[in-house]
């Protein structure tokens, strides 16, 4: 029983992990994220990091929602419902989001989940992201997270043989299980490799009767162009699929790109400014691909979702894995036998976590 609870308890935390990680790559907050403004204090400060329930996108008065507020996500309450969706506001906030019509009511659609409260407050953890927003990037996230893993497989699956001539521990290591935490490795490092050359550009501009005075103004009902550029930083090449995420964007000049190493592109997107004055915010998604699939299988598999040829990719990538150990012809040798001079403090760490 208590090993079923140390496996859950660490499919939890790899689920939790990953989520977020994942989320912060595809520009939506999922299990957690955190404070980068003053508007929620004293009930959250900026640089907290909080918890969220993804499940939950209906809310009552007085729930802490996340939301997607003019194209941004966004932590306030709840202080209304109306028949077109939410209004809310900042704790620290003095008028609701949508005062004076600064923005429509938050449609269930935009919420991408409730606040965790515990005893009428949030769950929360102090400043910590503050830290992971300046300190960690996403890339340097995910490496963590996934020798995280392989060093908690390592941690239960090490097995530990007592010498009986000597009385000496050793924790011996099989070509097997050495060969899986390798290929394990591979495929998040595999992984890394895809989701950090994702992005998201926000496309920031102004409708007002003075349109043109000034750059990113522009007239209600005109159509605007802007550029972006599309940039391989890898020392491989990538194929790039562009998507608008706004019904204001008309068109974009390229929608698919074959970049090489290190080489970036100009793409034009065309915007038509909406007939009421506000500030906008317009999101073009980018997903980026490594070619080591017939490209138009990458084409058809995006087709039917964006994580297809992912899944198709790291699935390749695991049979050629197999195969491979299987050619090999090696199993169960040992291929590391290891002292264990610390085991006695690792089965304190053990007895103090787990109760045993």
Known sequence: MKKLIEYLLILTISVIVLGSILGALLDRPIFMSYIYSDSMTPTLNKGDLFFINPFSKSADVGDVIVFNLRGRWTVHRVVGIVERGYITKGDNNVATDQQEGRAPPVSRGNVAGKVIMVGGSPLRIPRIGAYLQKGVSAQTKIILAGLLIVIGALAFTGEEKTHRKKKKKFIKVK???????????????LSVSIFVSWQVFSIEYAVTSAGGQREGWYLPGSTFEREIII???????????LEPESSRIAEISETRLELGSQEEKSVKVTINAPKETSLFADKVKVNAYIPVLPKSLIDWLYKINSFAPIFAILFETSVFLGVLYFISGIGNEDILKIRNRRSMLLRQIKMEVFGR
């Not at 070509?175 to 591979?186: C, N």
């Not at 940039?231 to 699929?241: A, D, E, L, R, S």
């Open 175 to 189: 070509f097997k299980t050495l060969y899986i935490l390798a290929s394990a490795l591979l495929l998040v490092m």
């Open 231 to 241: 940039k391989n930083g890898n020392f491989y090449p990538m194929i790039y699929y």
